[in-house]
């Protein structure tokens, strides 16, 4: 069984400031792992994902995601935070061995930007 | 041009009523799946389906099925509809089993 734990429902930043959302998974097997953005009203939105290659993941809007298989975490950064940045966004973990990709969520964090 | 798009967006209906919520990508995409998200933004997934196999989480009542016309469609039908159904949907579409890439805007379903 696989699992997934956002820590920080909310999270507020100032624009111009690091973004952190914290991502820590749970799975028996070496994972896919992924982070989606959902805007008000819209559905989601592939940010980035790790499937086994350079630990250092990069995504779109300057986002990027760092597989730590010791820690077992996949937390989501950004140099500097803008306006638009303001969403709730969700970590994924999927097994690559098991048909259907089926998608573990976490719980989501919102975050919120700050003039 | 819309990639994944739904409809209805919104969808109040009563207790016991049938439904269906429909489902079009214009990606040329073979995979397809539907999402629900509960009131607390909980998201999990429902069904995989491509033009080859289905597949359910077997967690959801045999009350929900897909129904897929042709290659670019995936309806999701619900039966006897209860209260706990009320949420919100999410099609989403991929290519050859990759996780979900494009999510439509989803419908919010209000049983009463």
């Known amino acids: 069984a696989q699992s997934v734990t956002q820590l920080g429902s909310h999270v507020s930043v100032s624009e111009g400031a690091l973004v952190l959302l914290r991502c820590n998974y749970s799975?028996?097997?070496?994972?896919?792992l992924f982070w989606y953005v959902q805007y008000p009203n819209q559905g989601l939105q592939l940010l980035l994902k790790?499937?086994?290659?350079?630990?250092l993941v990069k995504g779109i809007n300057g986002f990027e995601a760092e597989f730590k298989k010791s820690e077992t975490s996949f937390h989501l950064t950004k140099p500097s935070a803008h306006m638009s940045d303001a969403a709730e966004y969700f970590c994924?973990?999927?097994?690559?061995?098991?048909?259907?990709?089926?998608?573990?969520f976490g719980g989501g964090t919102r975050l919120m930007v700050k003039p | 041009d819309t990639a994944v798009s739904q409809t209805p967006k919104y969808l109040v209906t009563q207790m016991g009523n049938d439904k269906s919520i429909k489902c079009e990508q214009n990606?040329?995409?073979?995979?397809m799946y539907w999402y629900k998200q509960d009131s607390k933004k909980f998201l999990k997934i429902m069904f995989s389906?491509?033009?080859?196999?289905?597949?359910i989480n077997e967690t959801v009542p045999n009350r929900f099925s897909p129904k897929s016309p042709d290659k670019a469609h995936l309806n999701l039908h619900i039966n006897s509809l209860e209260l706990g159904d009320s949420a919100v949907y999410f099609c989403?579409?991929?290519?050859?089993?990759?996780?979900?890439?494009?999510f439509g805007n989803g419908t919010r379903l209000t049983v009463t």
């Open positions: 990606l040329g995409h073979d995979t």
């Open positions: 989403a579409s991929s290519q050859d089993w990759s996780p979900p890439l494009h």
């Open positions: 799975s028996s097997v070496p994972p896919y």
């Open positions: 994924a973990v999927s097994d690559p061995n098991n048909a259907g990709n089926m998608l573990t």
């Open positions: 790790y499937t086994s290659a350079a630990t």
């Open positions: 389906y491509n033009n080859k196999e289905l597949i």
